[in-house]
């Protein structure tokens, strides 16, 4: 079957009109090569895998009364455990995405289905509390260690310097307060 | 016989009673035949504890199933080894089991105090006949807490239930008792420590006195924490060894708790410093073994290790409640004396460093509880019920580990006392060093991911502070006294058996570490249904279904299927999986087959299996490295054993310590 542009050429003995500027023959070029690095890509990507069942099962909970993840549940006729990994499976090949089959065992059987609580609302709680106590544990042993290090050299300076009046030794006590200042510069 | 276990647990209710009172009214009033009366309570009371055990030992040894213990835990089929271990498979007989070893404990503590810490001693007693009483009235008073429990003549069983398939297994034979010697340990100190408290005598004699208790309830934690990991591993079958569930993580809270008070009494003994500190995380260590066998028996969480029933957890509840306000009444009225002149020489010091360490410690253990409690804070907040499981603790988890690691690096690095910058940077030249090349190295191996390429260098960079510690000292030796470099490692080690002893447990950490890393990071995992002659790989290696064997015993049906192993071509070993069912039980279960090798575990399960038509599903796991975290437990084993070793110099040390303090209390 004859093209449109094949019916231009041979009844009006034109050449087709989209080809014969040199901006159009670009595109024309353009459009074959990313075909054929399309064509070339395509070889090379293997086919999209199904992801394995461990990108559920990790994520939900066995609901037989093991309080295992369902991936590590212990027992091996488990009731609940085996049909769910089953219809894991069939979805996974069904191309549902992991995250849509986790939605789906969240709304038929609550949060507490999820190994993890989400991190929204009070559940951050959990997520954030153990950070936030670690660092105020590290604030706190900053302070309280720099404060007895301070209470240590003040203990120092009272017992082994003896006071010096400033007048005795003007020279070196000037010379001391400027290494000081110049330590803090 | 059950009639004799009964009675010596009704005697041990009323001895403990009399134990909890008599000292108390000997201290009291001055009267030492009282206090005397209660150290013989304790000798009497560890009598009858021994009896009543060997009255359960003997009706699960003699098949005697008119006790309701021995008809629910054991069979006529079952072996000798797993008979005797049935005696903490179930809830009462590891009440009794508690009882004792704490029995035991007591004893041997009050014999080794016959002559010293005098003050302390009837309080002592008092507090651990406390602990005793509540757990023999538990038996005595709560039937399904009773392990003498009689089955009526009619309805006693010809045959028991059998024990549990998953117990089955010799570290179940091990795995509880280690256990519950690291929990009951940890009273020793937590007795010594209300004494001290009451008495106040609070210096750190009780640390000292105690030392070796404290070192060895944690030596048994980390025994059984990793024997029972070991249990979850060979046994499971899903290929891994901690799926944090709670009852484990009861069981890891002490030992976090427990390893910060190891580290933190060492600056109340250089400093004299901390000393409410160690006094909560001893509190807490105490508080945490009591609350690990409250999770396993209350019912409010569930898990495949716990059980749960009738009224025990509001019995410990309650019995929590009244140690927690005990102790920290007492605590809290004893602060004043408590205080210490807190100083740190510089603020650069390995005490800092040890300071850093508790509060990591303590905060993954405040995570791992906040992770157990956090569905039942949720529920009575929000009324929606969540779970936490792996996901969020090893999100958690593994971050603070790592900064723990880095710490442990860094602490042998810096000098009690006093440290500069540049004294900190010049002792971080070599380590750092290796650090950098262990990094290069796996990175031009092949290795990728954040968390295992952190967690290698700084595995390296622990190892190597540790050698240098190591050899530093071994080559001062050598040089001072001519010895042989072998031989002055060796006479180093001896001469310092708690230093080094701590150096040796850091270097079974690293290698446990190399194990948790390289088996959950570069794990792979496989399943595929198989027929005679058919193969199938997993990380390189290929399995091959050699032969089906299938038969029945009295008590269950066995499946097992023989693979053989290769890799590239080349014959490496068979592995035969096997799949039961326990006809009594109406439970299946599955023994797992491994292939081991330093480098690798080839871990493989049978989960079903067609007699009909061979036809065999099967899962199969490579599991770098794993087998480092066994041997990692064992040199953590063998460095606590050094740490703990009688080290001559320090006990005449302790004795002059003791024998001027009595004069002084003479005067």
Redesign the interface.
């Given at each position: 079957m004859k093209g449109r542009l094949d019916y231009m050429k041979s009844e009006n003995g034109l050449r087709p009109r989209g080809l014969r500027s040199g901006r159009p023959r670009f595109w024309a070029l353009a459009l074959v090569c990313l075909v054929s690095s399309l064509a070339l890509l395509a070889t090379a990507i293997p086919a999209v895998a199904v992801p394995p069942v461990?990108s559920v099962s990790?994520?939900i909970?066995c609901l037989c009364?093991?309080?295992?993840?369902l991936?590590?549940?212990?027992?091996?006729?488990c009731s609940w455990g085996i049909p769910a990994k089953e219809d894991i499976k069939q979805q996974l090949e069904a191309g549902t995405a992991p995250d849509a089959i986790i939605a789906q065992y969240v709304s038929k059987y609550?949060?507490?289905?999820?190994?993890?609580?989400t991190k929204r609302?009070?559940?951050m709680?959990?997520?954030v509390?153990?950070?936030a106590?670690?660092l105020i544990?590290?604030v706190a042993?900053f302070l309280?260690?720099?404060t007895?290090?301070v209470?240590?050299s003040a203990?120092e300076e009272s017992a082994l310097v003896v006071p010096v009046p400033v007048e005795d030794h003007p020279d070196e006590m000037v010379r001391r307060m400027e290494d000081e200042l110049k330590r803090f510069d | 016989m059950n009639q004799i276990g009964y009675t010596a647990l009704l005697l041990a209710v009323a001895i403990s009673a009399y134990g909890v009172v008599a000292p108390l009214v000997g201290a009291r009033t001055g009267r030492r035949e009282f206090i005397k009366s209660g150290e013989r309570a304790v000798y009497a009371l560890a009598a009858v504890v021994i009896v009543a055990s060997a009255c359960l030992l003997y009706a699960l040894i003699t098949r005697d199933f008119s006790n309701e213990y021995v008809a629910s835990y054991t069979s006529r089929e079952l072996g000798w080894a797993y008979t005797v271990s049935s005696f903490w498979a179930g809830n009462s007989g590891s009440l009794l089991l508690w009882v004792v070893i704490l029995g035991a404990f007591q004893a041997i503590a009050v014999y080794q105090n016959r002559h010293k810490n005098r003050e302390l001693i009837p309080y002592v007693i008092s507090i651990l006949m406390s602990i005793v009483l509540f757990f023999s009235l538990l038996m005595v008073f709560l039937p399904e807490a009773n392990p003498f429990k009689v089955i009526p003549p009619g309805s006693v069983p010809a045959n028991g239930m059998g024990l549990n398939p998953m117990l089955e297994n010799p570290g179940m034979v091990i795995h509880p008792v280690t256990l519950y010697l690291g929990y009951v340990g940890f009273s020793i100190p937590f007795a010594f420590a209300m004494a001290a408290l009451i008495t106040k005598r609070l210096g750190d004699f009780w640390i000292r006195s105690t030392r070796r208790w404290t070192l060895l309830a944690w030596l048994f934690l980390t025994l059984g924490n990793l024997v029972g990991a070991w249990w979850a591993y060979v046994t499971l079958g899903w290929g891994g060894y901690w799926a944090w569930d709670p009852v484990e993580n009861a069981s890891l809270l002490p030992w976090l708790t427990g390893t910060a008070f190891l580290h933190s009494v060492m600056i109340q003994e250089k400093k004299d410093m901390l000393k409410v500190w160690n006094m909560v995380l001893i509190i807490l260590t105490f508080m945490l073994t009591i609350f690990g066998t409250f999770l396993t028996r209350s019912g409010i969480i569930q898990s495949v290790h716990s059980f749960s029933s009738g009224r025990m957890g509001e019995m410990f509840l309650l019995f929590m409640g009244l140690v927690l306000a005990f102790s920290l009444t007492l605590l809290f009225n004893r602060l004043d004396l408590l205080k210490s002149r807190n100083e740190l020489d510089s603020f650069i010091s390995r005490e800092s460093t040890f300071l850093l360490n508790n509060l990591i410690l303590v905060g993954m253990a405040f995570t791992v509880v906040l992770g157990v409690l956090f569905p039942i804070l949720s529920e009575a907040v929000t009324g929606n019920k969540v779970t936490v499981g792996p996901p969020f603790f090893n999100t958690v988890m593994v971050p603070l580990g790592l900064l723990l690691l880095f710490v442990t690096g860094v602490c042998p690095l810096i000098a009690w006392r006093r440290a500069t910058f540049s004294n900190l940077l010049k002792n971080l030249i070599y380590p750092v060093v290796t650090a950098a090349v262990a990094f290069v190295a796996l990175f031009a191996l092949g290795v990728r991911g954040f968390y295992p390429l952190l967690s290698y260098t700084l595995s390296a960079f622990v190892l190597a502070t540790v050698c240098l510690e190591f050899g530093r000292g071994a080559w001062v030796r050598h040089q001072m006294q001519q010895e042989n470099v072998a031989k002055a490692l060796v006479g180093l080690t001896w001469r310092n058996k708690r230093r080094y002893g701590g150096y040796i447990v850091h270097i079974g950490v690293v290698l446990l570490l190399v194990g948790v890393t390289g088996s959950s990071a570069f794990k792979v995992k496989a399943d595929q249904v198989l027929t005679k002659g058919q193969s199938m790989t997993v990380g390189g290696y290929e399995l091959t279904y050699d032969s089906f064997n299938s038969y029945d015993t009295n008590e269950k049906s066995v499946g097992q299927v023989t693979f053989t192993l290769k890799k590239d071509g080349q014959f490496l070993g068979t592995v035969t999986p096997v799949k039961e069912y326990y006809f009594n039980k109406d439970q299946a279960w599955t023994r797992v087959d491994r292939h081991t090798t330093l480098a690798r575990d080839v871990y493989v399960s049978l989960l079903e299996y067609s007699t009909d038509t061979g036809e065999a599903k099967v899962e199969a796991f490579v599991n770098p490295l794993i087998s480092w975290m066994w041997i990692g437990g064992f040199v953590m084993a063998f460095g606590g054993i050094v740490a703990l070793w009688p080290d001559g110099r320090d006990q005449r040390r302790l004795a002059a310590r003791y024998e001027r303090q009595a004069r002084l209390h003479e005067v």
């Amino acid at each position: 079957m004859k093209g449109r542009l094949d019916y231009m050429k041979s009844e009006n003995g034109l050449r087709p009109r989209g080809l014969r500027s040199g901006r159009p023959r670009f595109w024309a070029l353009a459009l074959v090569c990313l075909v054929s690095s399309l064509a070339l890509l395509a070889t090379a990507i293997p086919a999209v895998a199904v992801p394995p069942v461990s990108s559920v099962s990790d994520k939900i909970m066995c609901l037989c009364g093991c309080n295992s993840v369902l991936s590590v549940c212990p027992h091996p006729d488990c009731s609940w455990g085996i049909p769910a990994k089953e219809d894991i499976k069939q979805q996974l090949e069904a191309g549902t995405a992991p995250d849509a089959i986790i939605a789906q065992y969240v709304s038929k059987y609550g949060e507490q289905v999820l190994a993890a609580p989400t991190k929204r609302g009070f559940n951050m709680v959990v997520w954030v509390l153990p950070f936030a106590m670690l660092l105020i544990g590290a604030v706190a042993i900053f302070l309280l260690a720099r404060t007895w290090a301070v209470r240590r050299s003040a203990t120092e300076e009272s017992a082994l310097v003896v006071p010096v009046p400033v007048e005795d030794h003007p020279d070196e006590m000037v010379r001391r307060m400027e290494d000081e200042l110049k330590r803090f510069d | 016989m059950n009639q004799i276990g009964y009675t010596a647990l009704l005697l041990a209710v009323a001895i403990s009673a009399y134990g909890v009172v008599a000292p108390l009214v000997g201290a009291r009033t001055g009267r030492r035949e009282f206090i005397k009366s209660g150290e013989r309570a304790v000798y009497a009371l560890a009598a009858v504890v021994i009896v009543a055990s060997a009255c359960l030992l003997y009706a699960l040894i003699t098949r005697d199933f008119s006790n309701e213990y021995v008809a629910s835990y054991t069979s006529r089929e079952l072996g000798w080894a797993y008979t005797v271990s049935s005696f903490w498979a179930g809830n009462s007989g590891s009440l009794l089991l508690w009882v004792v070893i704490l029995g035991a404990f007591q004893a041997i503590a009050v014999y080794q105090n016959r002559h010293k810490n005098r003050e302390l001693i009837p309080y002592v007693i008092s507090i651990l006949m406390s602990i005793v009483l509540f757990f023999s009235l538990l038996m005595v008073f709560l039937p399904e807490a009773n392990p003498f429990k009689v089955i009526p003549p009619g309805s006693v069983p010809a045959n028991g239930m059998g024990l549990n398939p998953m117990l089955e297994n010799p570290g179940m034979v091990i795995h509880p008792v280690t256990l519950y010697l690291g929990y009951v340990g940890f009273s020793i100190p937590f007795a010594f420590a209300m004494a001290a408290l009451i008495t106040k005598r609070l210096g750190d004699f009780w640390i000292r006195s105690t030392r070796r208790w404290t070192l060895l309830a944690w030596l048994f934690l980390t025994l059984g924490n990793l024997v029972g990991a070991w249990w979850a591993y060979v046994t499971l079958g899903w290929g891994g060894y901690w799926a944090w569930d709670p009852v484990e993580n009861a069981s890891l809270l002490p030992w976090l708790t427990g390893t910060a008070f190891l580290h933190s009494v060492m600056i109340q003994e250089k400093k004299d410093m901390l000393k409410v500190w160690n006094m909560v995380l001893i509190i807490l260590t105490f508080m945490l073994t009591i609350f690990g066998t409250f999770l396993t028996r209350s019912g409010i969480i569930q898990s495949v290790h716990s059980f749960s029933s009738g009224r025990m957890g509001e019995m410990f509840l309650l019995f929590m409640g009244l140690v927690l306000a005990f102790s920290l009444t007492l605590l809290f009225n004893r602060l004043d004396l408590l205080k210490s002149r807190n100083e740190l020489d510089s603020f650069i010091s390995r005490e800092s460093t040890f300071l850093l360490n508790n509060l990591i410690l303590v905060g993954m253990a405040f995570t791992v509880v906040l992770g157990v409690l956090f569905p039942i804070l949720s529920e009575a907040v929000t009324g929606n019920k969540v779970t936490v499981g792996p996901p969020f603790f090893n999100t958690v988890m593994v971050p603070l580990g790592l900064l723990l690691l880095f710490v442990t690096g860094v602490c042998p690095l810096i000098a009690w006392r006093r440290a500069t910058f540049s004294n900190l940077l010049k002792n971080l030249i070599y380590p750092v060093v290796t650090a950098a090349v262990a990094f290069v190295a796996l990175f031009a191996l092949g290795v990728r991911g954040f968390y295992p390429l952190l967690s290698y260098t700084l595995s390296a960079f622990v190892l190597a502070t540790v050698c240098l510690e190591f050899g530093r000292g071994a080559w001062v030796r050598h040089q001072m006294q001519q010895e042989n470099v072998a031989k002055a490692l060796v006479g180093l080690t001896w001469r310092n058996k708690r230093r080094y002893g701590g150096y040796i447990v850091h270097i079974g950490v690293v290698l446990l570490l190399v194990g948790v890393t390289g088996s959950s990071a570069f794990k792979v995992k496989a399943d595929q249904v198989l027929t005679k002659g058919q193969s199938m790989t997993v990380g390189g290696y290929e399995l091959t279904y050699d032969s089906f064997n299938s038969y029945d015993t009295n008590e269950k049906s066995v499946g097992q299927v023989t693979f053989t192993l290769k890799k590239d071509g080349q014959f490496l070993g068979t592995v035969t999986p096997v799949k039961e069912y326990y006809f009594n039980k109406d439970q299946a279960w599955t023994r797992v087959d491994r292939h081991t090798t330093l480098a690798r575990d080839v871990y493989v399960s049978l989960l079903e299996y067609s007699t009909d038509t061979g036809e065999a599903k099967v899962e199969a796991f490579v599991n770098p490295l794993i087998s480092w975290m066994w041997i990692g437990g064992f040199v953590m084993a063998f460095g606590g054993i050094v740490a703990l070793w009688p080290d001559g110099r320090d006990q005449r040390r302790l004795a002059a310590r003791y024998e001027r303090q009595a004069r002084l209390h003479e005067v």
